[in-house]
């Protein structure tokens, strides 16, 4: 079955505020932890990456957690303004020498009200 | 540059009929991904192309198969449709260094009745 998942499927949030999102996972081989917004009758789009070595990576206005002992990641959004609006989905990349895989969770649906 | 683009942007099969999905990559990129999308769940890994070879594989029957160009194009096919074949089908392009940050097409919504 699947090695990464999402606590909670629903989140809403009030403009402005910081929105988190958490996922989980269960392979500790994963290489790369990635994050993706996919919006409504669009493909998924790259936000961030951390590698597993890694316990904190900061992008604009984004920034993920990586707990390797409880296997946890996180997806924290600062100020989020209703563009926020999409699902989110957790993903981990292993790697085979030159071969990769991503596998997806589920998805977090954000939604930012005004 | 045109980013990723897939074709058809809908299509709708009948059960046993074969179908054909075609992807071109974003200018530049090397590797495609083929990924299944069903309603309300994350992409599924179906394979990857890169130098016009199967690189990797996820857990998808042979009914899937698919196809890189020279010029980095994708094809996905699948054969014998079934009902729980109805999806969306995402292509996906990337350096191969770069295989985490994936460009994603807006995707196939495939309906098989």
């Known amino acids: 079955g699947e090695s990464v998942g999402l606590h909670l499927p629903t989140l809403s949030v009030q403009e402005g505020d910081n929105s988190i999102i958490n996922c989980a996972y269960s392979n500790s081989a994963s290489d790369y932890f990635i994050w993706y917004k996919q919006e409504s009758g669009k493909g998924p789009q790259f936000i961030i990456d951390i590698r597993s070595n890694m316990d904190k990576r900061q992008g604009q206005r984004v920034t993920v957690l990586l707990n390797k002992t409880v296997k946890h990641l996180s997806l924290q959004i600062a100020a989020t303004q209703p563009g926020d609006s999409a699902v989110y989905f957790c993903?981990?990349?292993?790697?085979?020498?030159?071969?990769?895989?991503?596998?997806f969770g589920k998805g977090t649906l954000l939604t930012v009200n005004p | 540059d045109a980013g990723v683009t897939q074709s058809p942007t809908h299509l709708i099969k009948t059960r046993g009929q074969q179908v054909t999905l075609r992807c071109s990559p974003k200018?530049?990129?090397?590797?495609v991904s083929w990924y299944q999308q069903a309603l309300g769940q994350g992409p599924q890994f179906i394979f990857q192309y890169y130098e016009e070879e199967e690189r990797q594989r996820g857990n998808f029957p042979d009914r899937f198969s698919g196809h890189q160009f020279p010029n980095y194009s994708s094809e996905l096919n699948v054969n014998a449709l079934l009902l729980g074949d109805s999806a969306l089908y995402l292509c996906?392009?990337?350096?191969?260094?770069?295989?985490?940050?994936?460009?994603f097409g807006p995707g196939t919504r495939l309906t098989v009745t």
């Open positions: 993903a981990e990349n292993r790697r085979r020498g030159s071969n990769y895989k991503l596998t």
């Open positions: 996906a392009s990337s350096l191969l260094r770069s295989a985490n940050e994936q460009y």
């Open positions: 200018s530049g990129h090397d590797t």
